[in-house]
């Protein structure tokens, strides 16, 4: 009996160590597949680097630096959802770039010859447009329909 418990104790030790390895390699480590979803660019432009259709909204996230930098917003691509995001007004095809969204104004600082150029940090969020119950007109709309569509799945489960 000893000798048959020390196999079966040696069995599942075997059996602990390969399906931790398995878990690890399958949902930790991320080397082999893990890649950016959304690539923010120099120039403030964003690329989808999926092979679907996302909607994406963006923000300024450092107050102080955007409050001694004035930060120009391309309003033109980008809509003020008057809730802090700018939403982007097109959904972003698989491996394209966005309208960049902002940049910071140096004509707009006092002395700009001798101002220091800084940084601003921009948060983006995206939404997959297979996610959505139908196609939204615009970002915006498109945020709102995930909240919504969350909002309902939530009642379900309660």
Avoid: C
């Avoid at 432009?45 to 930060?71: F, G, H, Y």
């Avoid at 007004?89 to 698989?94: F, G, H, K, R, V």
């Amino acid at each position: 009996m000893d000798r048959i418990s020390a196999v079966f104790i040696l069995g599942i030790i075997s059996l602990v160590m390969i399906s931790s390895y398995i878990v690890y390699d399958t949902w930790i480590a991320e080397d082999d597949m893990a890649y950016e979803v959304l690539i923010f660019n120099d120039d403030t432009s964003v690329t989808n680097n999926t092979d679907s259709v996302l909607w994406l909204r963006a923000k300024v996230t450092d107050e102080e630096v955007s409050s001694t930098i004035p930060v120009q917003i391309n309003e033109n691509s980008w809509i003020d959802g008057e809730d802090g995001w700018y939403y982007y007004i097109e959904s972003l095809e698989a491996k394209r770039n966005t309208v960049p969204f902002a940049r910071a104004e140096k004509s707009l600082l006092p002395d700009a010859k001798h101002a220091p150029i800084g940084s601003f940090k921009v948060k983006v969020e995206a939404v997959e447009q297979g996610m959505l119950p139908r196609i939204p007109e615009d970002g915006r709309e498109a945020f709102f329909l995930l909240k919504r569509e969350k909002q309902g799945a939530e009642r379900i489960l309660l």
